[in-house]
């Protein structure tokens, strides 16, 4: 039997909206924000490098300063928790290797038979510039973001991605800079608050004839 | 109640692999193939606009011609469905109107209410450079990446993503091409088949200690 059945499912992603207005009150429990931090852990990425770090903010003096830098906006400090989606800039030869390693490991294959995977890695990412790379990490960030909206949703915990922040002032506030990593996005999450206006409304979304095309 | 409990999230997404084998004969059932679009049409995004097409490629004929773009890739083939996500390349003007239209009517809000919101999102849009909007419109496609695939495992459909197709030919082939959409990224959904080596291997991932940072 399926963990949930479509109407389940569904139901749940109807659920979801961009909450603006949080309970400050109430907190996820640790079960569920284990959880949660462990769906950003097992998201999948390309190759699986997992260029990316997770920055789970509770600290509401951290929480104040970051807002400061996010126009003010009360989910950054009115939320259970902030959670920082960081990329890497570049993945290296040194990650590449490391990545090999933690396969080898797992999945208890001796190392040579890797080597194939490996340069077939160095390669595709040793071809791309600076400016491309960043891009593509970014892009597999927003699946761990994805995945984390999602999975939030099922738990029936509310969610608001920030992209309205400012990455460069994040992470001077996190101690990024220069770490190699750099915000990009965050997300709040949490219980919505009972006076949130958006809480329901009904959900807008183009019908199916204008983004889905079957052939 | 929630619709699901940590344990069986977590266990689904464990159970998720990028599948390499698909079985051909195994087709998804239209009820668990109309969730699974719905749950791309669900898809949150940066102020809703909703960037994106998906193409659902079904005929094999097709596929054929997308393989051999795909470096051969069996899985485009394969599997019981193949979804191409298509971006959007610019927002425009007319596609902010037809968004807060969209808003409006379901809603049932005074349009000119939603005059404040129709300006910025024109002024933020307006200031970004056509590369900046591409790179921009592309991670909110990957948050539909990520919302598929994790809705995906949910129901127990096995998906592969592929970065790995050439979307240029993609375009030509799919009839995108000069449609102010274009192919980013595909991924294939349908039911793992018994003969994939992959199936069984334990899932690697760098522990929470390297990617997880609590503040």
Redesign the interface.
């Known amino acids: 039997m399926?963990?949930?059945n479509?109407t389940?499912?569904?139901?749940?992603?109807?659920w979801?909206y961009?909450t603006k207005a949080f309970d400050s009150q109430k907190k996820i429990d640790s079960?569920?924000l284990?959880?949660l931090?462990?769906?950003?852990?097992?998201?999948?990425s390309?190759f699986?490098l997992?260029p990316?770090?997770?920055?789970?903010?509770?600290?509401p003096a951290?929480r104040e300063q970051l807002r400061a830098q996010s126009w003010n906006q009360p989910q950054v400090t009115d939320a259970s928790h902030l959670i920082v989606l960081a990329v890497k800039e570049a993945v290296t030869v040194n990650d590449i290797s490391e990545?090999i390693n933690?396969?080898a490991l797992?999945?208890q294959t001796p190392i040579d038979q890797l080597a194939p995977l490996q340069g077939m890695i160095q390669q595709f990412t040793g071809a791309m510039s600076a400016d491309d790379m960043l891009?593509w990490n970014?892009?597999?960030l927003?699946?761990?973001?994805?995945?984390l909206?999602?999975?939030a949703a099922?738990?029936?915990i509310d969610s608001c991605?920030l992209?309205g922040i400012s990455p460069a002032s994040y992470d001077q506030i996190?101690g990024l800079a220069g770490s190699g990593y750099c915000t990009k996005v965050a997300c709040a999450i949490g219980y919505r608050s009972g006076l949130d206006k958006y809480a329901n409304?009904?959900?807008?979304?183009?019908p199916?004839e204008k983004?889905?095309?079957?052939?």
């Open positions: 399926n963990p949930i479509t389940d499912l569904t139901a749940a992603l109807q979801r961009a079960t569920t284990e959880a931090l462990e769906t950003l852990r097992l998201t999948p390309s699986g997992q990316w770090k997770f920055i789970v903010v509770e600290n951290l990545w933690c396969l797992t999945q891009h970014t892009r597999q927003y699946i761990a973001l994805g995945q909206m999602t999975c099922l738990l029936e991605p992209e996190l409304a009904p959900k807008a979304r183009f199916q983004i889905i095309v079957r052939m």
